[in-house]
């Protein structure tokens, strides 16, 4: 007996030595970016609120999320605001040490309600009257989200005209884009502010990206306090040119040549028509390749997925996309391929 019990315990520790090691439960997306101050967000859609498993996604996975704000959502009347969503967020993201930025102050009309465009146009307002919505309308937003948002949109999609609205048809394009970030830096001089902009769904047209940064250029010419660039990347992996990740790294080099950060600020990567390995596994790649690349440019401040999960997935309707499964996350929160793209890039760090 006394042998027995004298080996038991050796033979104890062999059989633990020869487990596999535990799955470290921290290791998240945002654990990797939190160490390196990196912002790692995603948008937050109320719609999907009441599913647990999405509420606990984003705050295990993201230190970042983005508020809709659009003014039919924030100002349904005139000088009447509704913060619901805005609060909602502020809510969470304390409770979870989540940073949150706010999309957009500015942006088509179609985004505004039936009040701001009486029967249909934009000429019942003067210039002054125009302006005076502008501006009340930025800076009540900005000073409810005070510093819990660490930064702002102020005008989304610039190279369109007819994007900036009854703004720009009465102010002037440039004038009203310069005019806006004025009013939001006023209304909060710490907070960062951003000019987003689209550039094609098969890469980062250069065209588009030269015109842009000419356009960044003659803004702040005029004074317009704008602290950073945003690039949407809505991709599509079976058109993706093959240079698209040089496509990104002349835009990043054009954005330290203007003085400006650079942030992704909506991506999501439709996977083709299957979702068989070989497309899920190009769709981790691409996540991957972007990801690295803004990583090894200090100047690219943060990452901005479009959804948590495929469920969540913003779905263009022009696009024609019926099977798009473009995110992170499958239908149940399960980590998909392109999670573990993300995971790595994330790891290999700056």
């Known amino acids: 007996m006394k042998k027995i019990s004298v080996a038991l315990p050796i033979l104890l520790s062999i059989m633990l030595l020869a487990q596999p090691p535990a799955k470290d439960s921290s290791e998240t997306l945002r654990s990797y970016a939190d160490k390196m101050h990196f912002l790692l967000g995603t948008v937050i859609q109320g719609r999907f609120w009441g599913d647990p498993g999405y509420q606990t996604t984003l705050g295990q996975e993201f230190n ?45 009309n179609d985004t505004s309600p039936d009040w701001f465009h009486p029967g249909g146009g934009c000429k019942s307002w003067s210039p002054g009257q125009i302006d005076q919505v502008l501006k009340d309308h930025i800076q009540t937003l900005v000073r409810h989200g005070g510093d819990t948002f660490y930064g702002w949109e102020v005008v989304n999609e610039p190279l369109d005209p007819a994007h900036n609205g009854c703004f720009s ?13 004025r009013y939001a830096h006023e209304a909060n001089p710490n907070a960062l502010l951003l000019l987003n902009e689209s550039f094609g769904r098969q890469g980062i047209d250069r065209q588009r990206t030269n015109q842009f940064f000419n356009f960044l250029r003659q803004l702040k010419s005029q004074g317009a306090p704008i602290d950073a660039v945003g690039i949407e990347m809505h991709l ?41 390995p070989d ?22 401040k943060g990452f901005t997925v479009w959804g948590v999960g495929d469920t969540n997935a913003w779905k263009p309707k022009f696009a024609a996309i019926a099977d798009t499964k473009p995110l992170l996350f499958d239908e149940s929160y399960g980590k998909k391929p392109a999670y573990f793209g993300v995971l790595q890039a994330l790891k290999e760090g700056r």
Not at 169 to 181: D, N, R, S, T, W
Not at 267 to 273: L, S, W
Not at 289 to 299: A, E, F, G, K, V
């Open 64 to 108: 970042s999320g983005v508020t809709i704000v659009l003014m039919r959502q924030t100002q349904p009347q005139r000088g009447q605001y509704n913060f619901e969503a805005m609060d909602r967020d502020m809510k969470f993201a304390k409770e979870h040490n989540m940073k949150l930025f706010g999309q957009a102050l500015v942006y088509r």
């Open 169 to 181: 048809e009465l102010l002037g394009e440039q004038p009203a884009i310069v005019k806006a970030f």
């Open 236 to 276: 599509e992996a079976p058109r993706l040119r093959g240079g698209y990740v040089d496509e990104f790294k002349d835009f990043l080099k054009k954005a330290r040549e203007a003085g400006v950060e650079a942030h992704v600020t909506e991506m999501d990567v439709f996977q083709g028509h299957n979702n068989n």
């Open 279 to 300: 497309a899920l596994n190009k769709q981790k790649d691409v996540y991957y390749q972007i990801l690295h690349t803004c990583l090894r440019d200090s100047n690219c």
